[in-house]
Structure formats: structure tokens, C-alpha cells
């Protein structure tokens, strides 16, 4: 085990997930905590954050409203009182209002963008800069299939998931020389609070489940290996990238 651990423990890191409350962000929280990293959770709903925190070995929260620019420079430095600077960065929080382009209000563009992009902007800037300077670091930022395929009213949030996996790209050049690695997940259909609606319809799920290669839609489960990977000493070589975790379903 003596070689695993080498490769993938993440004791005595710290990591910070937004949105590690609910969903894939949750799922994230708890293959990092099981793989022996101390977690803090960011996100707005604290009866959640507590919950979920109160389920993992090494875990807090800070409640904020992440797309409260002020809150959240005060939350991450309470975050950092908590257990430390960040060696894992994870934003994962999003939003993601679902009306046709036509009807998307700016008040909706820019609450998108907000919590979408301008958090995990804010945050890297926040973080990044320290993690080069210790010479170790990850970011990781979880992107969506709408980045790069317009499908289900995607909207805003289409374009701040695809201006995410730009900004990605931008850590990776900045800092990846100092040994902080920056890369993106991109999900497929996954179930979760923010699919309510395309669960709640079997054909609907049915339909996207047949597109993908593995014949199902996806789980959180499906995200807690490869985080673990992507946050550990076996990725000191993989950085820029943005990783589909679909079933296929991108190249299908």
C-alpha cells in the first residue's frame, strides 16, 4: 500500500470545495476527506453545510453567498483559520436558471456569472499566488458538457462554464511551473440537485442515458477517483486539461 499511498494520499493536505454541500461537490468533499485530506466547504445553504460536514472525518464550513464578491474574500479567510492555506482548490458550486436565451434576464446573466466564474476567478487569484510560492498545488474546476455543446436552454451558463474552462487554461500557464497543476472535470447528465427536472421525466433520462457509451447517465460517484488523482502527487504532470466524465457521451 506503501505505493498507493505514495501516488494518491492526500494526508496532511487541505482542501477547499465550494458547493461541497450538495451533488458532485459533495461527492468531491468525501473522496478528498477519505483520501486523508481536511476539508472546508463553502457554499449558501448552512443546515446542508452542516449536515454534510458533520458526515466527513477532518471537516468544517464556512456558509456564504459566493456570488457576494466582499462575503466571499471574508469567507475564505475564515476558511484558512480553520485548518490553514489550501493545497486543493475545488469550485464547484454553480447555478443555473434554465429559461430560453431570449428570456434570460441580465439580473440572471450576472447572478450566473457571479457564483459560475467570477468565484472561482476570485478564489484562484485568493489561492493560486500561495500555492506557487509553497511549489505545490492543485486547482481543480468543475466544468459542464454546455461548455463546449449548447443543449436543455443552456444559456448563461453554457458561456460561464465555458469561460471556466478558459480561465483553467490561465491558471495552468501561471502557475503550473510552480508546481500547481489546474485542470477541469466535465461532467455529463449527472443526477443531482441542479437535474431535478431531467430525472423527474424517465423518457427524457432514458433518452440521454442511450446517447452515452456506457448506456447509463451519470453518478457523483463517478467523480470521486479521478479528484482524488487530479488533487494528489500523481498529477504533478497533468495540468491545462479539461477531463470529460460523461460515459462518452461528448464523443458519441
Given at each position: 500500500m506503501s505505493?498507493?499511498?505514495?501516488?494518491?494520499?492526500?494526508?496532511g493536505r487541505v482542501a477547499m470545495?465550494?458547493?461541497?454541500?450538495?451533488?458532485?461537490?459533495?461527492?468531491i468533499a468525501e473522496a478528498l476527506a477519505s483520501a486523508g485530506a481536511s476539508v472546508v466547504l463553502l457554499a449558501r445553504d448552512e443546515s446542508r453545510l452542516r449536515e454534510a460536514a458533520g458526515a466527513l472525518p477532518r471537516t468544517a464550513y464556512v456558509a456564504v453567498d459566493l456570488g457576494d464578491r466582499a462575503a466571499l474574500s471574508a469567507a475564505a479567510e475564515e476558511a484558512v483559520a480553520l485548518?490553514?492555506?489550501?493545497?486543493?482548490?475545488?469550485?464547484?458550486?454553480?447555478?443555473n436558471p434554465r429559461p430560453p436565451l431570449a428570456e434570460l434576464k441580465l439580473e440572471d446573466w450576472d447572478r450566473?456569472?457571479?457564483?459560475?466564474?467570477?468565484?472561482?476567478?476570485?478564489?484562484?487569484?485568493?489561492f493560486g499566488p500561495r500555492m506557487a510560492e509553497r511549489g505545490w498545488?492543485?486547482?481543480?474546476n468543475i466544468a459542464s458538457q454546455q461548455a463546449v455543446r449548447a443543449y436543455g436552454n443552456s444559456g448563461g451558463y453554457g458561456a460561464s462554464k465555458a469561460g471556466l474552462t478558459g480561465l483553467t487554461r490561465s491558471q495552468?500557464?501561471?502557475?503550473?511551473?510552480?508546481?500547481?497543476?489546474?485542470n477541469a472535470i466535465s461532467p455529463g447528465v449527472v443526477d443531482t440537485p441542479?437535474?431535478?427536472?431531467?430525472?423527474?421525466?424517465?423518457?427524457?433520462?432514458?433518452?440521454i442515458a442511450a446517447r452515452t457509451m456506457t448506456g447509463r447517465n451519470g453518478l457523483t460517484a463517478d467523480f470521486a477517483g479521478l479528484t482524488v488523482f487530479l488533487s494528489s502527487?500523481?498529477?504533478e504532470y497533468v495540468t491545462g486539461q479539461t477531463i470529460f466524465v460523461d460515459g462518452g457521451f461528448s464523443v458519441a
Open positions: 505505493y498507493l499511498d505514495d501516488l494518491f494520499s492526500l494526508e470545495v465550494t458547493g461541497g454541500n450538495s451533488g458532485i461537490g459533495r461527492a485548518f490553514g492555506e489550501p493545497d486543493i482548490l475545488v469550485n464547484s458550486a454553480a447555478v450566473i456569472f457571479a457564483v459560475n466564474l467570477d468565484a472561482p476567478f476570485l478564489l484562484g487569484q485568493r498545488g492543485r486547482i481543480i495552468a500557464e501561471a502557475w503550473s511551473r510552480h508546481g500547481v497543476c489546474c441542479m437535474t431535478e427536472a431531467i430525472f423527474a421525466d424517465p423518457a427524457a433520462t432514458a433518452a502527487p500523481a498529477c
